[in-house]
């Protein structure tokens, strides 16, 4: 016995950019609509004095919202070339909040690693949860990145190696 | 003997990335869905979720690839000892064999891999992850078992 449900293509053209915009402290850059749960937010992180490599108002926390896949990772992909065009150096991923990650939001990720790299720049990653920890263990993405616990642990982590290169 | 708790539903979606939670929302809730009597501890959920997302995406970009508009077709049968999902999609349809190792992950070539990391996923994830390619499009058969 076999059942079947089709739907029709009304989900398409539910996304609103309101655009990315570095500079602002906080932004929503793409809005839920209906039923596709995906949200990023912004904001600058407070000044870190002796950051490596680092100067004033350079470094940004990209929260993540909901499913990161297929659907949500070329905003993803487009947030991160915004943040480096615009100077970011350090950009933070939270992805405390994200309900669900696979391959194709992971590339995002390790994308936007590449690419803070080519600028001296460096992308670090808040990911609390075991479920989604679990996904960058599967593909051994565990030994590229470390996954903090919480923004904090990342101050905590810069601060650190600045003062472990100024001795 | 194994028997079957949920008779197979099949989800018919667009080529588009937009549906791929409701295919993820269709699985897990199937999954789940026979309460205590599901086969699937929630963690194997999350995994199942996890590897149907991994082929149904690859699904996508395949018709994508070649620009067929067909509907993707995702089944799913829940039994009392395992869970199958199939991804029927008619795209040009790839050897599983043929997909190259991926670098060890600490090497600098391992990032340039922002694609492809999703048959390793399925491989390491699911216990029995099948790739039948013909002319007419590819069915990924994907089984998660209980423990």
Redesign the interface.
């Known amino acids: 016995m076999t059942g079947s449900i089709s739907i029709e293509g009304a989900l398409s053209d539910r996304w609103s950019s309101v655009g990315v915009e570095p500079g602002r402290t906080e932004s929503t850059i793409w809005r839920e609509r209906d039923q596709v749960k995906f949200d990023l937010h912004r904001r600058d992180l407070p000044p870190i004095d002796r950051a490596v490599g680092l100067t004033s108002g350079v470094g940004v926390v990209l929260t993540v919202l909901g499913d990161l896949d297929m659907a949500g990772a070329p905003t993803l992909r487009q947030a991160v070339v915004a943040e480096v065009t615009g100077g970011t150096r350090l950009l933070v991923l939270d992805l405390t909040a994200v309900d669900f990650l696979d391959s194709a939001g992971l590339g995002a990720v390790v994308g936007g690693l590449r690419r803070l790299r080519a600028h001296d720049g460096d992308l670090m990653v808040v990911c609390p949860e075991p479920r989604i920890r679990r996904v960058f263990e599967s593909c051994d993405l565990d030994r590229v990145f470390v996954l903090y616990p919480d923004v904090g642990s990342v101050i905590a982590a810069v601060i650190a190696a600045g003062e472990r290169a100024s001795v | 003997m194994t028997s079957e708790i949920i008779?197979?539903?099949?989800?018919?979606?667009?080529p588009?990335?937009?549906?791929?939670?409701?295919v993820?929302a269709?699985v897990g809730a199937a999954a789940n869905s026979s309460g205590a009597r599901s086969p699937l501890e929630p963690?194997q959920v999350?995994d199942l979720?996890?590897v149907v997302?991994?082929a149904a995406?690859n699904a996508?970009?395949a018709q994508g690839a070649v620009g067929a508009r067909d509907?993707i077709v995702v089944?799913c049968r829940v039994a009392d000892d395992h869970v199958l999902v199939e991804v029927i999609d008619h795209g040009p349809g790839f050897d599983l064999d043929a997909v190259p190792d991926l670098p060890d992950?600490?090497t600098p070539e391992?990032?340039?891999?922002?694609?492809?990391?999703?048959v390793?996923?399925m491989e390491?994830?699911a216990d029995e992850a099948d790739v039948e390619s013909g002319p007419d499009g590819t069915t990924v058969r994907l089984v998660i078992r209980s423990t």
């Open positions: 008779p197979a539903i099949e989800l018919a979606i667009p588009h990335p937009e549906y791929l939670q409701l993820r269709l963690g999350a979720r996890l997302s991994e995406t996508v970009e509907r089944r992950v600490e391992r990032l340039r891999h922002e694609f492809g990391l999703g390793a996923l390491r994830l």
